[in-house]
């Protein structure tokens, strides 16, 4: 039986389902704007002793961070600044808006479809509040497209997936692997002022909401393997083996897509890790991003409880492959 198809306003009504937040109506000040700022970068559980992954407090602890990090912006007020002819040029010239634009949109569905399988209620609305915040994730990619006249494919209809949890695994390690280099790309857009500060600091909610993503996902991950018994862990594991067995397969080749009208789009499914040279006038050393990308890393989720586990694969996979990297300055 084929998987069923939904389009924008179905995925739109399933992720509504679930409770959503109320944003101001209007555009909050600066000093609104700076007090959310901190909230969505700084959290410590007020709960003494360590958050045992599988037990009541650890869940609870990493939902009420991910509730009380919520960030109130709303894409409909942010400022898309005027962009000079060449910053236009470079931006619209970048080959990631097709798949970026359909990846959140694929994210919300599968993390809303997810979320409607949980029991526990805590847990629930932390996936959904996730889901609904990659539907804004989406909206602003849309928004922002249409404000510098990026052309888009027209979207296909979004799959509902057949194993909720594959699907919810496959977009929360993919993110994992993608938020990891995407901070550090960030910070290679700020360094090298090809883009002006202004849409820069419009973009910056959104890497750091990508940040609080992967922190719920790692200590998700590490509660629900935990609640398993040793038959079902090995399921799970077996389970998490193949995605990324999947997610490396994908990231070696370009991602193939129809768009709404059945036509075939190719584009770089690995621009994360491929696409620092877009975003600098000069050559950058490979090394060099690699460092960055880690210390960027660890400035995202430095304001948050340490005692909440981050994602460690791919932090670990690069600190080992930077031991035996020389810099292309030197070499």
Not at 18 to 27: I, N, T, V
Not at 74 to 103: E, H, N, Y
Not at 184 to 190: I, K, N, P, Q
Not at 282 to 300: F, P, Q, S, T, Y
Request: hydrophobic fraction near 40%; glycine fraction near 4%; include cysteine.
């Amino acid at each position: 039986m084929n998987e069923p198809s939904l389009d924008g306003f179905a995925v739109e009504q399933l992720i509504q389902g679930f409770r959503s937040p109320e944003l101001p109506q209007l555009k909050p000040d600066q000093a609104t704007i700076e007090a959310a700022d901190r909230k969505v970068r700084h959290w410590t559980s007020e709960v003494a002793g360590t958050l045992k992954p599988g037990s009541d407090v650890h869940r609870s602890e990493m939902c009420r961070m991910f509730r009380e990090t919520f960030s109130p912006y709303r894409p409909s007020v942010l400022d898309w600044p005027q962009l000079a002819p060449d910053a236009l040029g470079r931006i619209v010239a970048l080959p990631i808006w097709d798949i970026a634009v359909q990846t959140e949109g694929r994210a919300r569905l599968r993390m809303a479809a997810y979320a409607g399988t949980i029991s526990e209620p805590d847990v629930r609305d932390a996936l959904a509040l996730n889901a609904w915040e990659e539907s804004r994730h989406k909206e602003v990619l849309s928004r922002m497209v249409a404000a510098y006249g990026i052309p888009l494919a027209s979207e296909a209809p979004y799959t509902y997936p057949k194993d909720a949890e594959w699907a919810y695994l496959v977009t929360g390690y993919s993110e994992c692997i993608d938020s990891f280099f995407a901070f550090g790309l960030f910070e290679v857009a700020r360094r090298s002022g090809l883009f002006p500060p202004e849409l820069v600091e419009t973009f910056e909610p959104v890497i750091q909401e990508e940040c609080r993503h992967i922190l719920l996902f790692a200590n998700w991950a590490a509660w629900h393997r935990a609640k398993l018994s040793w038959s079902r862990r090995i399921r799970f594991e077996l389970k998490v083996a193949a995605v990324w067995a999947f997610l490396v397969w994908e990231r070696l080749r370009l991602a193939q897509t129809l768009d709404a009208d059945g036509k075939e789009h190719k584009q770089d499914n690995n621009f994360t890790i491929n696409g620092a040279q877009s975003l600098s006038s000069v050559k950058v050393d490979l090394r060099e991003l690699m460092a960055l990308c880690l210390a960027e890393n660890e400035r995202r989720f430095s304001g948050y409880d340490p005692r909440l586990l981050r994602p460690e694969t791919i932090p670990k996979i690069v600190g080992f492959a930077l031991r035996f990297m020389r810099s292309e300055k030197t070499s």
